[in-house]
């Protein structure tokens, strides 16, 4: 007879340290446990304790899956009308996202690239009817490494803009060494474009082409496309999700989604967990799912997952501190789990080999007079080329009132040279004149130089004045270029 897996404890080091506990445990077993019985019981405990009006969106996520599995079921809780305002209203936003964002879909589709649907997206690619338990304000899509400038160019040719506010040349460069990137369009559209399924310190090439050849038809909004195997489905929950403190925890929801509709390939699993070496956040995800929701997890697969984790080393067992649930944590635990988050951050960022972008950071900073000049978003300047020319810049413009970043780009009509990059340190505002240089190579035929401002963030229409000030595109009041 083959013997159970151990026991996991709730105390660290062992993987239940990192279980989601109290409010969030009850609310999650209210979801995924699979007697009816007590899970209706612990959904009408969680109710009867909490004010909907004061729910988390971590909580409307996992309220919108409760409501979808019980619906009148829950009548007898006075929460009931209120659960079912809350679960339309996540629905109709989830739908509204769904019908804008598809149209992306179907720009990518008419360049005639082959993408997947990742992450919550591919879970209602594959069941449609899972949109109203599984609330999803943008879609997640992989592309291949090799297609991203040639998306970033369809979609910004259709009027969608990238989440940074960088401009479409700048955009360009940036598309081949960029892990992933959201694009905005109207008052919903939302489209997340990814080269890479795994955060870059969970790269792994082999398994890489594995998860496309594992990759099954789907489709959403009516494109079709591909979507990741129940295994690599449970495993992309668990590299992203399970890092994330919960800040969201309906990925355990769509793990659990996976085993009960099935079927999984455990051994591609296994072999995923590996390559990607996720054995620690896997272990606690699994075992808390096998031994507290007795979700069916083959009890050698969640040995050979213990054994996998064990042997991690002290450094990845340190990823527990990524997985528990920020709503546990003390003060130390805070502080820990941001050294290790950010530890692994640079080590992603050491791995992902990324170009860097040409930056020129202002250098003298100074007041400037009274602009009565109608302020500008851009200028045009002769290039004084062709070859390397060492040029200088100066922009005279209102600073807002905000400690924030402000770009400029500079650019020919062709392509993109640099970032002009400006940080108010006391948020004080007034009118400055600001300085850059730097060197740019031109070609013969690369006769104007332009300077355009740059939003450091998307805005969508009809944001907050404060919104613009802490994040618009500041204009210039006066702009002028030499050759140094």
């Known amino acids: 007879m083959i013997a159970p897996p151990r026991r996991i404890t709730r105390r660290f080091p062992d993987y239940g340290w990192a279980w989601p506990t109290r409010d969030l445990d009850l609310l999650l077993k209210a979801v995924l446990l699979r007697d009816d019985g007590e899970a209706i019981a612990a959904a009408l405990s969680w109710l009867a304790a909490h004010d909907l009006d004061e729910a988390t969106f971590r909580e409307h996520r996992l309220l919108a899956a409760l409501s979808d599995r019980f619906g009148k079921r829950l009548s007898s ?16 936003r989830s739908r509204m996202a769904l019908r804008d964002s598809s149209e992306a879909l179907g720009v990518l589709a008419r360049a005639g690239m082959e993408f997947m649907f990742i992450k919550g997206a591919s879970r209602i690619a594959l069941d449609p ?3 109203r338990g599984r609330v999803s304000h943008d879609i997640d899509v992989l592309l291949k490494r090799t297609d991203m400038r040639t998306a970033f160019s369809v979609l910004i040719d259709s009027g969608w803009q990238a989440t940074t506010g960088a401009g479409s040349l700048r955009l360009g460069d940036q598309a081949e060494n960029c892990r992933a990137m959201n694009f905005f369009k109207g008052d919903f559209g939302d489209i997340d474009l990814h080269s890479l399924a795994y955060h870059p310190i969970h790269a792994d090439e082999t398994d890489d082409d594995a998860l496309w050849a594992r990759s099954v038809p789907a489709a959403l909004g009516g494109i079709p496309g591909r979507a990741p195997a129940a295994s690599d489905r449970m495993a992309l929950a668990i590299a992203h999700g399970a890092l994330d403190a919960h800040t969201h925890s309906d990925w355990l929801v769509d793990m659990d989604s996976c085993m009960r509709h099935g079927p999984v390939g ?12 996720i054995g620690v956040p896997a272990a606690s995800a699994l075992s808390y799912l096998a031994q507290e929701i007795g979700a069916p997890v083959p009890a050698d697969v969640m040995r050979e997952v213990l054994d996998m984790a064990d042997h991690a080393g002290l450094g990845r067992r340190l990823a527990l501190l990524e997985c528990k649930p920020r709503s546990d944590f003390t003060a130390f635990t805070a502080i820990a789990r941001g050294v290790v988050k950010q530890v692994r951050l640079l080590r992603g960022k050491r791995l992902a080999r990324r170009i860097p972008e040409t930056v020129w950071r202002c250098h003298l900073a100074g007041p400037a007079s009274d602009g009565r000049a109608r302020s500008a978003m851009g200028a045009e300047f002769p290039a004084q ?4 020319i060492r040029i200088g810049i100066s922009l005279t413009v209102r600073l807002p009132k905000k400690r924030r970043r402000i770009d400029w780009e500079l650019s020919t009509p062709t392509r993109h040279l640099a ?12 009118l400055r004149r600001l300085t850059f240089a730097g060197t ?45």
């Open 77 to 92: 809780s006075p929460a009931y009308p209120r659960l079912v305002g809350l679960q339309r209203m996540l629905w109709t």
């Open 440 to 484: 740019v190579t031109l070609a013969p035929d690369e006769t104007v130089l332009l300077v355009s401002a740059r939003p450091s963030r998307f805005l969508r229409p009809g944001a907050s004045a404060d919104a613009v000030e802490t994040y618009g595109a500041v204009p210039f009041v006066d702009a002028r270029l030499w050759r140094r």
């Open 385 to 388: 080329g062709p070859g390397a």
């Open 266 to 277: 455990w051994h591609d699993l296994l072999a995923t967990l590996r390559a990607r070496r």
């Open 129 to 131: 009817d899972a949109q």
């Open 419 to 430: 970032v002009l990059r400006y940080r108010t340190i006391l948020p004080f505002g007034g």
